[in-house]
């Protein structure tokens, strides 16, 4: 038994060194577990209250494993004792069937709450009206457009910190998913639907997010920079961006489709109905997500918004 | 060579009673559960089916196409084959071999028939425009009635191979085996198909 | 014409980098070697007869273990290569197709291509031997399964070589794995690799399931049954309801890339959700299937090593069964972000967790197993206790998982990856070299160096920790799964450096596998296992000599209770004066080996291929050559014989010389 005993210390030594890159300056990159809004938030709380109630199990039972192997192994002279056929006792069993089962419901309840508390879908309450971005995932970038104060972005996310966003989410590209997870969890990226997902960033500051799932060659390109900004600062973003930056047109829109990567960028417009187009032109020959009827009804109201407060600035830019 | 193997069948039964199991009944318990994996494959393809029915990208459906007066000849022609193989056990069971061989032949020219007719369907709508690459109901649609059909083929293969077995060696254990388990493959079809009937067809046509 | 072939070579063969030239040639000098050895020492027809058309049950596991060996390399060396890539921020030493190519192999090779064929080549070489049976069910079944497997193997490996790799993941996603966004040959090779190895292991739990409920020996009920075949069994049912969904699953992306269907295309209507769902109700059952066995495994050894009968025997039995049946209620909990709403998620998220409670259960009787028992730490039992920690934190990752709000932040981040290679690596790969390490010498008739064995465990052991460990952080910073690069001001290089030490430190334990194996054979003699019972077990595999003579049992034994060679030991021991039961030898009747599976592999492998290249011309003779080989064996009667009683007295005297010298 020399060796193992050798190879012990490695393990400690090892264990060490992990200990101390952790401490060392990594802490505040371990971003999920550093939130900045309510979503994740109440993520991390819900994975720390489910380690340590799995903790209750696992510890003590790591504990025992090392005394049993330890107590229990074959030595000249050992003192305890050795019953070969003792293999069954209804009581103990019972115990263990329980305890799982215990930890397992008290878990359970919690999930389920949570998960109807956390559904992506449901609005944040909040006393300010949220806004709406709609995310496309693209190969290999992601364009965000503000369908409400009619601009749009590339690789560049910019929101009001206190405000709730409703996201919009698509793809034309392979599936991808929309993950920032400073502000919360992540929502799959399809073709010929719009999911919904709603963050909240309660704080100033920069983030990022990325795509969280496989789509090919540049995939891993796919990162950009969330900025959690003041009211003032993110009209001002807007107002500065659609004096300054281009029109996107549908031309430059299916340009934006073939593959490439992109640094940010931003555009002052971007044609009528974008979004709901790309969602429609896989959904037509579907019947699952939205129905085309959905998507009309959905386009009409939003251009409803838009006419309202944007058009006056959609036709400067022209 | 076929004394021996007659032989070897003789001892081979003579020692059942211990140390070895019956190996023609392990091999039709075996076949059972061979159709339970074989259920699993349909019912994918049926789960499939349900699923993208509706999803016609704007080309024909399962009105436009299907027409159920065919469908009942060929549900007819299919139920009378698993009856006439019905007969070939029975013939079989009281050991004549000529009156197997025929009912056998019954069953299979059957097959062959409603292999005709659906050979002739999936013609007639290809001719029309209603591919598999049209849209995903039609790819649905082929796929699992393609694979009805085709496991029907290779059951007129065996069948055909076996009535060779038969009329050369005659009804032993192995191949009163063989036709018991044909006899199985083939009454499972006949439920496979009406459950294709009754999801495709009729509730298609509605 | 040149020029024709020319244009022709440069799509057909995989070229352009340096490193698969490299490997190029050194799998060609490999195939040479083994080639010239061969016929040097004239094995040619030695290996066709003993081994290529063998249906004897131990000598198909044993080539199954082989190819999981050789598979479990390219499968490692996957690994360190991508560990390489990440050791560092913006690493170049891979492009990003060539990444995602590897990433894909590597999770398809040691899924399907390792931990199946190693799982399978464990249930032939010891299930028969522990129900007192002389063969499986089906041995000509048995041998197709292998060479269908095999062929599987290699078409799916060609793929390296020629055409290119697929590059979708493991598990291939459409619309990525469609022709529009994946228009090479890589998925076609990817669809038939696994559809032809498929067709193999479906056929393989039929096999087991008929070999178990018909074959044991007299005396052997259910309950009596030790508790390796009960997971084998598990194992089994779960294979027949969730592989033919795989089949039918890669049948539609076939035809949808081959015959322009849309089953989960973008267009035409098709449903990419689709896939995911059946992808996934064949995928987590599998992770089962392959875990369930090794849960057996650990359960003869601990009871072994322990000295001590087995804790709680009926509920482990129970427990089994649970597992198998939950793991078919629990897919969705694998695209919990996918929108279907809180009613799904929440149901997913409890059938998931229901899983821990039959497990947890087991740990608890193993543990009580070996409480008052009489542990000796030989290396099968060492596996088993660097076990019961690795998967205690697995289960509990597993946990925080199937919590389904918390997943949105887990979901497909290196946090899941380590959780996956915890209960993978710690449950599966531990329990089949446990497993491996016990058996060995019923196989081989020899026993391997315990020193080395200590050594590769701590660096299989300590590796994984370094390695998987500090992915769990990671994926908390993070890091997404499949990213080919990062940049320095994300904070993940130096967890990732100790990432990639931890691969390498359990590269360097294989190497000390492969140096323990070889060493075993060369100090052979010395190390002979002359008792058949080396390490006092208590089921009927270790009444019978090693290796195995090819009938198992000259006679088949009466049982009368679970343990049954360890009470009979008992017995013998309080009682030494009692004769043995007079044995009354009859002929055995046994399987002839056949040429036929391994000739019919090689059609599917060149329909597959055909398939592959839409090369009908070489699709069609395959299926042909398929059907031809099918009705051959069903027109030959010529498949058994019967070992006359002398020839079963010389081999068993013979045996017994060399036991008694």
Same mark, same amino acid.
């Given at each position: 038994?020399?060796?193992?005993?050798?190879?012990?210390?490695?393990? +400690?030594?090892?264990?060490?060194?992990?200990?101390?890159? *952790? $401490?060392?300056?990594?802490?505040?990159?371990?971003?999920?577990?550093?939130?900045?809004?309510?979503?994740?938030?109440?993520?991390?709380?819900?994975?720390?209250?489910? +380690?340590?109630?799995?903790?209750?199990?696992?510890?003590?039972?790591?504990?025992?494993?090392? *005394?049993?192997?330890?107590?229990?192994?074959?030595?000249?002279?050992?003192?305890?004792?050795?019953?070969?056929?003792?293999?069954?006792?209804?009581?103990?069993?019972? *115990?263990?069937?329980?305890?799982?089962?215990?930890?397992?419901?008290?878990?359970?309840?919690?999930?389920?709450?949570?998960?109807?508390?956390?559904?992506?879908?449901?609005?944040?309450?909040?006393?300010?009206?949220?806004?709406?971005?709609?995310? +496309?995932?693209?190969?290999?970038?992601?364009?965000?457009?503000?369908?409400?104060?009619?601009?749009?972005?590339?690789?560049?996310?910019?929101?009001?910190?206190?405000?709730?966003?409703?996201?919009? *989410?698509?793809?034309?590209?392979?599936?991808?998913?929309?993950?920032?997870?400073?502000?919360?969890?992540?929502?799959?990226?399809?073709?010929?639907?719009?999911?919904?997902?709603?963050?909240?960033?309660?704080?100033?500051?920069?983030?990022?997010?990325?795509?969280?799932?496989?789509?090919?060659?540049?995939?891993?390109?796919?990162?950009?920079?969330?900025?959690?900004?003041?009211?003032?600062?993110?009209?001002?973003?807007?107002?500065?961006?659609?004096?300054?930056?281009?029109?996107? +047109?549908?031309?430059?829109?299916?340009?934006?489709?073939?593959?490439?990567?992109?640094?940010?960028? $931003?555009?002052?417009?971007?044609?009528?109905?974008?979004?709901?187009?790309?969602?429609?032109?896989?959904?037509?020959?579907?019947?699952?997500?939205?129905?085309?009827?959905?998507?009309?009804?959905?386009?009409?109201?939003?251009?409803?918004?838009?006419?309202?407060?944007?058009?006056?600035?959609?036709?400067? $830019?022209? | 060579?076929?004394?021996?193997?007659?032989? &070897?069948?003789?001892?081979?039964?003579?020692?059942?009673?211990?140390?070895?199991?019956?190996?023609?009944?392990?091999?039709?318990?075996?076949?059972?559960?061979?159709?339970?994996?074989?259920?699993?494959?349909?019912?994918?393809?049926?789960?499939?089916?349900?699923?993208?029915?509706?999803?016609?990208?704007?080309?024909?459906?399962?009105?436009?196409?299907?027409?159920?007066?065919?469908?009942?000849?060929?549900?007819?022609?299919?139920?009378?084959?698993?009856?006439?193989?019905?007969?070939?056990?029975?013939?079989? &069971?009281?050991?004549?071999?000529?009156?197997?061989?025929?009912?056998?032949?019954?069953?299979?020219?059957?097959?062959?028939?409603?292999?005709?007719?659906?050979?002739?369907?999936?013609?007639?709508?290809?001719?029309?425009?209603?591919?598999?690459?049209?849209?995903?109901?039609?790819?649905?649609?082929?796929?699992?009635?393609?694979?009805?059909?085709?496991?029907?083929?290779?059951?007129?293969?065996?069948?055909?191979?076996?009535?060779?077995?038969?009329?050369?060696?005659?009804?032993?254990?192995?191949?009163?085996?063989?036709?018991?388990?044909?006899?199985?493959?083939?009454?499972?079809?006949?439920?496979?198909?009406?459950?294709?009937?009754?999801?495709?067809?009729?509730?298609?046509?509605? | 014409?040149?020029?024709?072939?020319?244009?022709?070579?440069?799509?057909?063969?995989?070229?352009?980098?340096?490193?698969?030239?490299?490997?190029?040639?050194?799998?060609?000098?490999?195939?040479?070697?083994?080639?010239?050895?061969?016929?040097?020492?004239?094995?040619?027809?030695?290996?066709?007869?003993?081994?290529?058309?063998?249906?004897?049950?131990?000598?198909?596991?044993?080539?199954?273990?082989?190819?999981?060996?050789?598979?479990?390399?390219?499968?490692?060396?996957?690994?360190?290569?991508?560990?390489?890539?990440?050791?560092?921020?913006?690493?170049?030493?891979?492009?990003?197709?060539?990444?995602?190519?590897?990433?894909?192999?590597?999770?398809?090779?040691?899924?399907?291509?390792?931990?199946?064929?190693?799982m399978f080549g464990l249930f032939n070489v010891i299930v028969p031997l522990q129900i007192g049976a002389r063969d499986v069910a089906f041995p000509f079944l048995n041998s197709l399964s292998f060479w269908l497997f095999f062929a599987g193997a290699m078409l799916f490996n060609l793929s390296f070589v020629i055409?290119?790799?697929?590059?979708? #993941?493991?598990?291939?996603?459409?619309?990525?794995?469609?022709?529009?966004?994946? =228009?090479?040959?890589?998925?076609?090779?990817?669809?038939?690799?696994?559809?032809?190895?498929?067709?193999?292991?479906?056929?393989?739990?039929?096999?087991?399931?008929?070999?178990?409920?018909?074959?044991?020996?007299?005396?052997?009920?259910?309950?009596?049954?030790?508790?390796?075949?009960?997971?084998?069994?598990?194992?089994?049912?779960?294979?027949?309801?969730?592989?033919?969904?795989?089949?039918?699953?890669?049948?539609?992306?076939?035809?949808?890339?081959?015959?322009?269907?849309?089953?989960?295309?973008?267009?035409?209507?098709?449903? =990419?959700?689709?896939?995911?769902?059946?992808?996934?109700?064949?995928?987590?059952?599998?992770?089962?299937?392959?875990?369930?066995?090794?849960?057996?495994?650990?359960?003869?050894?601990?009871?072994?090593?322990?000295?001590?009968?087995?804790?709680?025997?009926?509920?482990?039995?129970?427990?089994?069964?649970?597992?198998?049946?939950?793991?078919?209620?629990?897919?969705?909990?694998?695209?919990?972000?996918?929108?279907?709403?809180?009613?799904?998620?929440?149901?997913?998220?409890?059938?998931?967790?229901?899983?821990?409670?039959?497990?947890?259960?087991?740990?608890?009787?193993?543990?009580?197993?070996?409480?008052?028992?009489?542990?000796?730490?030989?290396? =099968?039992?060492?596996?088993?206790?660097?076990?019961?920690?690795?998967?205690?934190?697995?289960?509990?990752?597993?946990?925080?998982?199937?919590?389904?709000?918390?997943?949105?932040?887990?979901?497909?981040?290196?946090?899941?990856?380590?959780?996956?290679?915890?209960?993978?690596? #710690?449950?599966?790969?531990?329990?089949?070299?446990?497993?491996?390490?016990?058996?060995?010498?019923?196989?081989?008739?020899?026993?391997?160096?315990?020193?080395?064995?200590?050594?590769?465990?701590?660096?299989?052991?300590?590796?994984?920790?370094?390695?998987?460990?500090?992915?769990?952080?990671?994926?908390?910073?993070?890091?997404?799964?499949r990213v080919v690069s990062y940049s320095w001001d994300k904070g993940w290089w130096p967890l990732n450096l100790v990432s990639t030490i931890g691969a390498g430190l359990m590269g360097i334990a294989f190497l000390f596998q492969a140096w323990q194996i070889f060493h075993g054979i060369k100090h052979y003699r010395?190390?002979?296992?002359?008792?058949?019972?080396?390490?006092?077990?208590?089921?009927?595999?270790?009444?019978?000599?090693?290796?195995?003579?090819?009938?198992?049992?000259?006679?088949? =034994?009466?049982?009368?209770?679970?343990?049954?060679?360890?009470?009979?030991?008992?017995?013998?021991?309080?009682?030494?004066?009692?004769?043995?039961?007079?044995?009354?030898?009859?002929?055995?009747?046994?399987?002839?080996?056949?040429?036929?599976?391994?000739?019919?592999?090689?059609?599917?492998?060149?329909?597959?291929?055909?398939?592959?290249?839409?090369?009908?011309?070489?699709?069609?003779?395959?299926?042909?050559?398929?059907?031809?080989?099918?009705?051959?064996?069903?027109?030959?009667?010529?498949?058994?014989?019967?070992?006359?009683?002398?020839?079963?007295?010389?081999?068993?005297?013979?045996?017994?010389?060399?036991?008694?010298?």
């Amino acid at each position: 038994m020399k060796v193992p005993k050798k190879l012990r210390w490695l393990a +400690t030594l090892s264990m060490l060194i992990f200990m101390l890159l *952790i $401490s060392t300056g990594c802490t505040e990159k371990i971003i999920v577990l550093n939130p900045k809004g309510p979503i994740a938030e109440h993520q991390r709380d819900l994975m720390l209250i489910s +380690t340590v109630l799995c903790c209750i199990v696992i510890i003590p039972v790591l504990i025992l494993t090392a *005394i049993i192997v330890w107590r229990y192994r074959d030595k000249a002279g050992r003192k305890a004792s050795y019953s070969p056929n003792w293999a069954h006792s209804t009581k103990l069993e019972l *115990i263990w069937w329980g305890i799982p089962i215990a930890i397992i419901a008290t878990l359970a309840v919690i999930t389920v709450r949570s998960t109807y508390a956390l559904e992506p879908s449901k609005p944040l309450k909040a006393s300010v009206k949220p806004i709406t971005v709609q995310v +496309t995932s693209l190969n290999w970038k992601w364009l965000f457009q503000y369908p409400e104060q009619g601009i749009a972005t590339v690789n560049e996310l910019k929101i009001p910190q206190g405000v709730p966003i409703r996201f919009e *989410i698509t793809a034309d590209s392979p599936m991808n998913s929309f993950w920032i997870p400073q502000l919360g969890g992540q929502m799959y990226a399809m073709s010929g639907m719009a999911m919904t997902l709603y963050l909240q960033a309660d704080e100033q500051g920069k983030f990022w997010g990325s795509g969280a799932n496989f789509t090919g060659t540049d995939f891993a390109k796919m990162y950009f920079d969330v900025d959690s900004v003041g009211q003032d600062q993110f009209d001002q973003w807007v107002s500065k961006i659609k004096s300054d930056s281009p029109v996107l +047109t549908l031309d430059g829109y299916k340009q934006l489709v073939e593959p490439s990567t992109l640094q940010a960028r $931003s555009y002052s417009s971007f044609p009528e109905g974008l979004f709901e187009m790309t969602v429609t032109k896989y959904a037509s020959s579907h019947n699952h997500g939205m129905s085309h009827k959905d998507m009309l009804d959905m386009s009409t109201s939003d251009d409803h918004d838009s006419t309202h407060g944007e058009m006056p600035g959609m036709d400067m $830019s022209h | 060579m076929k004394s021996s193997s007659l032989k &070897n069948v003789q001892k081979h039964h003579s020692d059942r009673h211990h140390s070895h199991p019956d190996m023609e009944e392990m091999r039709t318990f075996g076949f059972w559960i061979y159709l339970m994996t074989d259920i699993m494959i349909f019912g994918t393809f049926f789960a499939t089916y349900i699923v993208l029915h509706n999803n016609t990208n704007g080309g024909p459906g399962p009105a436009d196409l299907f027409e159920l007066s065919g469908v009942i000849v060929s549900t007819f022609i299919l139920l009378t084959s698993s009856y006439t193989c019905g007969l070939a056990v029975l013939a079989l &069971n009281k050991g004549k071999k000529q009156a197997l061989i025929g009912w056998l032949a019954v069953t299979a020219l059957l097959g062959a028939v409603f292999i005709g007719l659906e050979i002739n369907e999936f013609a007639h709508m290809v001719h029309e425009g209603a591919t598999m690459s049209r849209s995903a109901f039609l790819s649905a649609f082929y796929t699992l009635v393609g694979t009805h059909g085709l496991h029907v083929t290779v059951g007129l293969v065996w069948m055909i191979a076996l009535m060779v077995q038969l009329s050369v060696k005659g009804i032993t254990p192995v191949t009163k085996r063989k036709v018991n388990i044909i006899s199985l493959f083939w009454h499972f079809l006949d439920v496979v198909w009406i459950f294709v009937f009754t999801v495709v067809y009729l509730m298609g046509v509605k | 014409m040149l020029e024709h072939i020319k244009s022709f070579a440069s799509g057909f063969f995989v070229t352009g980098d340096p490193m698969i030239y490299g490997a190029d040639v050194s799998i060609l000098l490999t195939i040479l070697a083994v080639l010239f050895t061969l016929t040097y020492f004239k094995k040619w027809r030695w290996l066709w007869k003993e081994w290529l058309t063998s249906v004897d049950h131990k000598k198909i596991g044993i080539m199954y273990i082989l190819s999981a060996f050789l598979m479990l390399f390219r499968g490692g060396v996957d690994a360190l290569l991508m560990r390489a890539q990440l050791a560092m921020p913006n690493s170049n030493l891979l492009q990003p197709d060539h990444y995602n190519e590897i990433f894909t192999t590597h999770g398809v090779i040691m899924i399907l291509f390792m931990a199946m064929p190693f799982m399978f080549g464990l249930f032939n070489v010891i299930v028969p031997l522990q129900i007192g049976a002389r063969d499986v069910a089906f041995p000509f079944l048995n041998s197709l399964s292998f060479w269908l497997f095999f062929a599987g193997a290699m078409l799916f490996n060609l793929s390296f070589v020629i055409g290119g790799s697929p590059d979708a #993941g493991w598990l291939a996603y459409p619309p990525y794995s469609e022709l529009m966004y994946n =228009p090479g040959v890589g998925q076609d090779f990817y669809i038939w690799g696994i559809q032809i190895s498929g067709i193999g292991s479906l056929m393989t739990g039929i096999n087991f399931i008929a070999t178990i409920l018909k074959m044991r020996a007299p005396g052997i009920k259910l309950m009596k049954m030790p508790l390796f075949p009960w997971s084998v069994l598990s194992s089994c049912i779960a294979i027949i309801f969730s592989f033919p969904i795989l089949t039918a699953t890669l049948a539609l992306l076939f035809l949808d890339r081959y015959a322009g269907a849309h089953f989960f295309t973008l267009d035409g209507g098709g449903n =990419p959700m689709m896939y995911i769902n059946l992808i996934w109700m064949w995928g987590h059952p599998e992770v089962y299937i392959i875990v369930l066995p090794a849960f057996g495994i650990f359960s003869e050894i601990v009871s072994t090593f322990s000295r001590k009968k087995l804790f709680g025997y009926h509920s482990m039995v129970y427990a089994m069964m649970i597992i198998s049946i939950l793991s078919f209620l629990v897919w969705a909990h694998h695209f919990f972000t996918m929108g279907s709403g809180a009613d799904v998620n929440s149901f997913f998220a409890l059938t998931t967790m229901l899983i821990a409670i039959p497990t947890g259960v087991k740990v608890f009787n193993w543990l009580f197993t070996m409480f008052r028992g009489r542990i000796t730490v030989r290396t =099968p039992m060492l596996w088993t206790i660097g076990f019961i920690p690795c998967f205690i934190v697995g289960g509990l990752t597993g946990v925080l998982l199937s919590v389904a709000p918390a997943d949105f932040q887990f979901h497909n981040s290196y946090f899941l990856i380590a959780h996956f290679h915890q209960v993978i690596i #710690g449950g599966v790969v531990f329990g089949y070299f446990a497993g491996l390490y016990y058996w060995w010498p019923k196989m081989f008739g020899f026993t391997l160096n315990e020193h080395i064995g200590k050594w590769a465990f701590w660096f299989w052991n300590i590796g994984f920790y370094v390695c998987f460990m500090p992915q769990y952080v990671l994926g908390l910073m993070g890091m997404t799964r499949r990213v080919v690069s990062y940049s320095w001001d994300k904070g993940w290089w130096p967890l990732n450096l100790v990432s990639t030490i931890g691969a390498g430190l359990m590269g360097i334990a294989f190497l000390f596998q492969a140096w323990q194996i070889f060493h075993g054979i060369k100090h052979y003699r010395k190390n002979r296992d002359t008792t058949g019972d080396p390490w006092n077990g208590r089921t009927l595999e270790w009444s019978i000599p090693s290796p195995a003579p090819h009938y198992n049992f000259a006679v088949v =034994p009466q049982v009368s209770e679970l343990d049954d060679w360890w009470e009979e030991k008992q017995r013998r021991e309080h009682n030494p004066y009692v004769p043995p039961a007079k044995e009354i030898i009859e002929p055995i009747h046994m399987p002839k080996n056949s040429g036929i599976p391994i000739l019919m592999a090689g059609f599917w492998f060149m329909a597959g291929f055909g398939f592959v290249f839409h090369w009908l011309w070489l699709t069609v003779p395959g299926l042909a050559g398929v059907a031809i080989c099918m009705l051959a064996h069903s027109f030959n009667d010529d498949s058994d014989y019967y070992i006359p009683i002398e020839e079963i007295k010389e081999t068993e005297a013979a045996i017994r010389k060399v036991t008694t010298s």
